[in-house]
């Protein structure tokens, strides 16, 4: 459902990612862990095409994102680590703009919306303006915009940013629930522990270089830890990737 073929980014004195290849099956949730300035956000913008790469492709259940964006956009919902959300608008009158770009009917968005409102413990706010929401209220608004369309893919930059523990254990479950549906999660995330709990496969990004992926046992075998959690593991490999590149 997600390939990365040699994916790569230069500024104009930084490799912000480098030379990375990944390709994330359908029902998979995929951690994507790393130190500050390794390559997440990057690595993240490029497959929501929200950014070029400088060399390398992006495809999105078949479709690559260079040749076709509009195409491949559609199959995915992005929740980015910061809400940028309309606060003149109520919570329902920003879902209805989202219904549009995506072309949904009226009445199909409708009853989805009410569905994801209550899911995600919004409901009694859906008619009150955006810039009355708590960030953590936010945070849920946007996760609800990008589950609208039943996107097949979803691309989550840092998800449980300003979430309260009752939120934290209801997105981790939705997260479950979409996966066992055959929606692929792409999670970027500096919570190990998030990481460790509904991650399938892991992959730890260094700078800019995918240094490991696999399952936390095969990562486990990988730093030569067997019982180690997965911070003890993260720690152990990129300790052993820190010589300048």
Not at 31 to 60: E, Q
Not at 62 to 73: S, T
């Amino acid at each position: 459902m997600i390939v990365l073929n040699r994916l790569t980014k230069r500024y104009t004195k930084t490799l912000a990612v480098n030379d990375l290849s990944l390709a994330v099956p359908k029902g998979e949730i995929f951690g994507f862990i790393g130190p500050n300035g390794a390559g997440k956000t990057t690595t993240i913008k490029m497959m929501a095409g929200l950014m070029a790469p400088t060399s390398g492709s992006v495809s999105i259940c078949g479709i690559d994102m260079a040749e076709n964006p509009r195409e491949a956009k559609a199959r995915i919902g992005f929740i980015p680590d910061r809400p940028y959300l309309y606060e003149k608008l109520t919570g329902m009158e920003f879902l209805k703009f989202i219904a549009r770009v995506y072309g949904m009917v009226p009445d199909g968005f409708k009853e989805k919306a009410q569905f994801l409102l209550d899911r995600f413990a919004l409901a009694d706010w859906a008619d009150d303006l955006i810039e009355a929401y708590s960030h953590g209220m936010c945070q849920r608004l946007v996760m609800v915009a990008a589950l609208l369309h039943d996107p097949e893919v979803i691309i989550v930059d840092e998800p449980m940013v300003g979430l309260d523990p009752v939120a934290v254990i209801l997105v981790k479950r939705i997260f479950r629930e979409l996966a066992e549906k055959g929606v692929t999660l792409f999670v970027s995330t500096h919570s190990l522990g998030v990481a460790q709990d509904v991650c399938h496969r892991i992959g730890i990004i260094h700078r800019g270089r995918l240094i490991a992926t696999g399952s936390l046992d095969q990562l486990r075998e990988r730093a030569r830890a067997a019982d180690a959690d997965l911070e003890a593991v993260f720690m152990a490999l990129t300790a052993e990737n820190s010589n300048p590149m």
